[in-house]
């Protein structure tokens, strides 16, 4: 059973930052391309960001781009999210995910095998 705690949510100003983690428990971490999706009030969950497995393919969302940094450390078994200039439309619930197949790491949400519980971002004007 593969277990995905997020953390590093919370309030912060407009302009300020934020680190999200996600640690993996269960199987093998390196064997899965993760993900960060959100889901704001009322909205559909979107994509935020995804990572490979060595971590060197790094696809992101346009609203985030430029802002966001994703990494990964296999030697901890955890993905991380750096959020810079956040924006009031960055508050949401953020979620990690993790893909099983062999494959480079997909936007969709439905290529995700594995997710979080979530932790909540809010971001005050």
């Known amino acids: 059973q593969v277990q995905l705690v997020e953390s590093g949510g919370g309030l912060v100003q407009a302009g300020g930052s934020l680190r999200l983690s996600c640690a993996v428990s269960g199987r093998s971490f390196s064997t899965y391309a993760m993900a960060w999706f959100r889901q704001a009030p009322g909205k559909e969950r979107e994509f935020v960001a995804a990572?490979?497995?060595?971590?060197?393919?790094?696809p992101y969302a346009d609203s985030v781009k430029g802002r966001f940094t994703i990494s990964r450390d296999n030697s901890k078994d955890t993905m991380y999210l750096q959020m810079n200039s956040l924006k009031v439309e960055d508050t949401a619930v953020y979620y990690c995910?993790?893909?099983?197949?062999?494959?480079?790491?997909?936007?969709?949400?439905?290529?995700?095998?594995?997710w979080g519980q979530g932790t909540q971002v809010t971001v005050s004007s």
């Open positions: 995910a993790a893909q099983k197949r062999l494959s480079p790491p997909s936007t969709r949400r439905s290529e995700y095998d594995y």
């Open positions: 990572i490979g497995r060595s971590g060197g393919t790094t």
